[in-house]
């Protein structure tokens, strides 16, 4: 089983930065693909940020490329989302997310489905 605890999340002035963390814990073969997503009201879940724990190749959005970065601290068990110049429609409800990855040969994708998931922390962006 995989725990997943976000923190970091509040209320910033448009152009401000915020910096996310989630403190993960439980199987690590089921963690090899980290990611953060968000959901705004009346909106489908994005997926934002992710991570590749073996080789910390990432992934971005247009919507986030340049503006978030995700990283992980291995001795920690934390991983982080990074958000600078936030914008109104950043604000949403943020997810840290884990999975095992799809295996493919003797590969692994991190795709969109996130089997692990946490309880969410709300960032509120405000002119």
């Known amino acids: 089983q995989v725990q997943l605890v976000e923190s970091g999340g509040g209320s910033v002035q448009a152009g401000g930065s915020l910096r996310l963390s989630c403190a993960a814990s439980g199987d690590t073969d089921s963690r090899y693909c980290m990611g953060w997503f968000r959901q705004a009201p009346g909106k489908e879940r994005e997926r934002v940020a992710s991570?590749?724990?073996?080789?910390?190749?990432?992934y971005y959005p247009d919507s986030v490329k340049g503006r978030f970065t995700i990283s992980q601290d291995n001795a920690k068990n934390t991983l982080y989302l990074q958000m600078s110049n936030l914008k109104l429609e950043d604000t949403a409800m943020y997810y840290c997310a884990a999975d095992a990855g799809l295996r493919v040969g003797r590969n692994r994708l991190c795709l969109n489905d996130f089997n692990h998931w946490g309880q969410g922390t709300q960032v509120t962006v405000f002119s």
């Open positions: 991570i590749y724990t073996s080789t910390s190749a990432t």
